[in-house]
């Protein structure tokens, strides 16, 4: 047998010059090169399932259109759903990037159906809004900062994708969700537990996630007449933008408006 015979399990995963002689590779530097090659071989596999999903994504999409027509396709409530199945499944201490990873892999997965595209408005905290949606929906949606909200409402009405806007603003665009656009839905908010922004879109109250609802009525934030109490967003001539725990039915004569997560 000759020396070189002796290399090739050692050079499949440590490629090095011909005239490197074994003894060069430190043992350090071996379990590196193996650490790396399992890398490897694990991105390979998390490709192919990438993909895989990917075309299933598709498909689902095209079942998403057989009933009713070309739409904005989101489900927050199957969404939400998924996601703590997986963050209750993770490594606490993994969480985090988990929830970062699955996002950008449902926006992929949602692109394969039509990409979302996200007309946002916030001129006092434009970065934070933008930061949050973006977290949300995934590097593959089309965002872009807009300076009317009442506009982004139309827009958002006639199914063209979501707006996402400030209340902490001088517009009161939130009242028009009482009147002018019934159609649309709150389904999530951005800037932590009392939320400076909200995403409004097109949504099957249905489909609405577990939490919170979002309510817009004509007095002040005392309570539901059940103990429960609301929490303030907004306030303008007598009108209240508020969240409530209470389960309380879009569209009644409470005044939801649509649910955050």
Do not use: Y
Not at 114 to 127: A, Y
Not at 133 to 139: E, K, N, V, Y
Not at 179 to 198: E, I, K, N, Q
Not at 233 to 240: D, K, M, S
């Amino acid at each position: 047998m000759t020396p070189s015979s002796t290399k090739p399990a050692l050079q499949q995963v440590w490629p090095s010059p011909a005239n490197a002689a074994v003894a060069d590779v430190s043992p350090e530097h071996m379990a590196l090169a193996a650490l790396r090659h399992e890398i490897d071989h694990l991105d390979d596999e998390l490709l192919a399932l990438f993909e895989r999903r990917l075309a299933i994504a598709a498909r689902v999409g095209q079942a998403k259109d057989a009933p009713a027509g070309p739409h904005v396709k989101l489900r927050p409530d199957r969404e939400q759903a998924v996601l703590a199945r997986m963050l209750a499944k993770a490594d606490p201490d993994n969480r985090e990037a988990v929830e970062s990873l699955w996002r950008q892999i449902v926006g992929w997965g949602l692109a394969r159906q039509g990409r979302i595209k996200v007309q946002v408005w916030s001129p006092v905290e434009p970065t934070r809004a933008f930061d949050g949606a973006r977290l949300r929906f995934g590097a593959a949606a089309d965002m872009r900062a807009v300076r009317d909200p009442e506009a982004a409402l139309a827009w958002a009405a006639e199914g063209n994708g979501v707006a996402v806007l400030a209340v902490n603003a001088d517009s009161a665009w939130w009242i028009g969700l009482r009147r002018d656009w019934s159609m649309l839905s709150v389904f999530d908010g951005f800037g932590g537990a009392t939320p400076t922004a909200l995403a409004v879109g097109r949504i099957d109250p249905a489909a609405l996630p577990t939490g919170r609802r979002v309510l817009v009525d004509a007095g002040g934030d005392a309570g539901d007449g059940g103990g429960i109490r609301r929490r303030g967003l907004a306030t303008h001539h007598g009108w209240t933008l508020s969240l409530t725990d209470a389960n309380l039915p879009v569209g009644g004569d409470e005044g939801c408006v649509g649910a955050i997560g």
